[in-house]
């Protein structure tokens, strides 16, 4: 069974007048494996961000369902889904989502904290993370008093300390000077690496490229799929811009998959 299951997912925005809807996802299916690395890519308005919104339980499809680990979580009533995300899912946004009245370590564990965790357990988990994350020096520091690098670490370490199934990053690089991309996305590397599954949205192709599939939305469909194979980055990012190219043209025919 796949970690993560998408099936027949739509989501229509509509207004009082029908002639006004507003098809954001047309009937998305793809299943996520445990430990996949997949970016999500394709032109504003496409319907990659809606996508991620409705992985994330942050927006309810349509019609279609989503399965975690064989859980729909389109049905989990609405008292009970905070609680499901925070056991289930990790986020890592562009802007950090980092409160500026806590210090990056009470932001770490704020999760958990939610969660009713002991201190100790707490203390434990972040304990683990420090060495692989380079954050033991700033942790008493606020959010206004680190670089944007030291937040997204910072927002890593809170999302990977839930011990979650999936992580989910919109344009996690979005807000980070190129230096500090490279570094998270060295980062993201590594602990997909140990284990963990990612989905990132993004429109960074350098980014992209370092994911190990990457799914191309157009019009609130799938367009086209990459694997990355035996292929570098740097390949990678020449096919990932090619592909673009297709993308952004009026071809209407989507081309379904190429292994590398």
Excluded: C, W
Aim: glycine share 6%.
């Amino acid at each position: 069974m796949s970690l993560l299951e998408v099936n027949s997912l739509k989501k229509i925005y509509s207004s009082a007048f029908k002639s006004n809807a507003v098809t954001a996802l047309n009937n998305i299916s793809f299943s996520v494996e445990e430990g996949e690395y997949i970016a999500i890519m394709g032109e504003s308005g496409s319907g990659k961000s809606t996508l991620l919104n409705a992985i994330a339980a942050l927006d309810t499809p349509t019609s279609g369902n989503i399965l975690l680990k064989g859980t729909d979580f389109t049905k989990i009533p609405d008292h009970k889904m905070a609680a499901f995300r925070r056991s289930h899912l990790g986020f890592v946004f562009q802007d950090f989502h980092l409160l500026d009245t806590l210090t990056l370590e009470e932001n770490i564990y704020l999760p958990l904290v939610l969660n009713n965790t002991p201190l100790h357990e707490m203390k434990r988990r972040l304990n683990a993370l420090i060495p692989s994350l380079g954050i033991g020096r700033i942790l008493k520091n606020y959010p206004y008093e680190v670089s944007g690098g030291q937040k997204q670490r910072a927002a890593v370490a809170r999302a990977l300390i839930t011990y979650p199934d999936l992580i989910l990053a919109d344009e996690p690089t979005g807000a980070l000077d190129s230096r500090s991309a490279d570094e998270l996305l060295n980062l993201f590397n590594e602990i997909n690496e140990n284990g963990q599954t990612i989905i990132m949205v993004t429109h960074s192709i350098s980014a992209a490229s370092h994911a190990n599939r990457i799914l191309f939305i157009k019009d609130g469909a799938i367009f086209h799929q990459i694997y990355r194979g035996t292929a570098s980055n740097d390949e990678l990012y020449n096919t990932i811009s090619k592909t673009l190219t297709v993308l952004m043209s009026k071809a209407p025919s989507p081309i379904r998959r190429i292994a590398n």
